[in-house]
């Protein structure tokens, strides 16, 4: 069986937890923030995690 390759745009932007679990950063924290209250980008800090729905198509593209 030849090992599957890890999809490069992929690898950059999402990490596997130890317990399996898709994690990301979050969105809309790259530009246009001086309209964005503090509150919202206090709160994009944080690392947000995939759904169920999405984990299962992402998981395929960072199989290691």
Same mark, same amino acid.
């Given at each position: 069986?030849?090992?599957?390759?890890?999809?490069?745009?992929? /690898?950059k $932007?999402?990490? *596997?937890?130890?317990?399996? &679990?898709?994690?990301?950063? %979050?969105?809309?924290?790259?530009?246009?923030?001086?309209? /964005?209250? $503090?509150?919202? *980008?206090?709160?994009?800090? &944080?690392?947000?995690?995939? %759904?169920?729905?999405?984990?299962?198509?992402?998981?395929?593209?960072?199989?290691?």
């Amino acid at each position: 069986m030849p090992k599957v390759k890890t999809n490069s745009a992929a /690898k950059k $932007r999402f990490k *596997k937890t130890a317990k399996g &679990k898709i994690k990301c950063t %979050s969105s809309m924290r790259r530009h246009l923030l001086t309209k /964005k209250s $503090r509150k919202s *980008k206090r709160q994009m800090r &944080k690392n947000a995690y995939i %759904s169920q729905a999405d984990a299962a198509r992402i998981s395929q593209l960072i199989p290691y």
